[in-house]
């Protein structure tokens, strides 16, 4: 397969934080790459300098063949941001950001219309309001067009659903698979881990550093423990009697129940039946299947 994007033993410091702690890795033409990964894993910052926007403090990185430091000015030609902050003109109209990015990149929202078209379209009746009176949900469908409207080769998307409503991250998604049907590269960076599944590759981030990279159900495939989900009516309670457990081997919230995982030589009924003398009359424990948060959440303990 030919690659797309290249990264070779990343490293990025700001003063006393190394950000980005020797990252490699490749992203293949045409493939939608998720990085995912909490605030603070080096995302951001391996997107700017994806986008020439930061210089690395050592390694070396490539897109389509053009060196990041060296190739700047070309690299700007053939890729499209967004950032994870809404970054356009907030006075300009709907239809002025877009013809002053097409504008920078020597074109006009007529010629490239077809390349925005679908997304567009959704907001286009809102064409002549203030960028910034949209809705987040309107406001990440214009930046993504204002990403696209010069026809990029690559497209980094820097955390794009994030602080938008449920339905509105539903839609981008939809849209970003739609865009990557048309052989478009996508590189995009999200602490959502349901999000991971939607990618064909991802890599897991934590503290600079990457703890995994392969397909989403090969991560899952590779957890090699047993793994429960468990509730109470006192669930904090019922949290903090597990973690002093000498059954547990590490428990965490997920939602309404906790997420377990016991030691070895210890077995479901062994817990239950401590639980229950301990007054945890109702409590309810099932094994269920991993998911890719609990990948996550085991190698950030045994890789960091």
Not at 205 to 219: F, T, Y
Not at 256 to 280: A, M, T
Not at 286 to 291: C, D, L, Q
């Amino acid at each position: 397969m030919e690659i797309s994007v290249n990264i070779e033993h990343l490293h990025k410091s700001y003063k006393k934080v190394e950000a980005v702690k020797d990252v490699s890795l490749s992203v293949n033409k045409g493939e939608l790459f998720g990085m995912i990964g909490p605030d603070g894993a080096g995302k951001t910052s391996i997107f700017r300098i994806l986008t020439t926007l930061l210089l690395p403090s050592r390694g070396s990185a490539t897109v389509e063949g053009f060196d990041v430091v060296k190739d700047y000015k070309k690299i700007r030609n053939i890729v499209g941001y967004m950032p994870g902050r809404f970054s356009l003109y907030q006075d300009l109209s709907v239809e002025e950001n877009l013809e002053f990015f097409a504008t920078i990149f020597g074109t006009t929202i007529k010629e490239n219309y077809h390349l925005v078209k679908d997304i567009y379209s959704q907001i286009e009746p809102f064409k002549n309001r203030p960028a910034g009176k949209l809705s987040g949900g309107m406001k990440q469908k214009l930046a993504l067009s204002c990403a696209m409207i010069h026809k990029p080769v690559v497209l980094f998307l820097d955390e794009p659903t994030t602080g938008v409503d449920a339905v509105s991250r539903k839609e981008f998604w939809e849209m970003l698979l739609r865009l990557k049907e048309s052989g478009l590269t996508i590189m995009v960076s999200t602490p959502y881990m349901d999000e991971a599944s939607l990618c064909d590759r991802v890599a897991l981030m934590q503290e600079g550093r990457i703890l995994s990279i392969d397909q989403p159900a090969k991560i899952i495939q590779s957890y090699d423990k047993k793994i429960f989900e468990i509730k109470s009516s006192s669930i904090y309670k019922l949290l903090k009697t597990i973690e002093k457990s000498s059954l547990a081997e590490v428990v965490y919230p997920f939602g309404e129940f906790l997420h377990l995982v016991l030691k070895q030589d210890k077995s479901k009924d062994e817990l239950l039946k401590q639980l229950i003398s301990e007054g945890f009359g109702d409590v309810i424990i099932n094994e269920i299947n991993p998911t890719i948060e609990d990948c996550f959440m085991d190698l950030m303990r045994t890789k960091t």
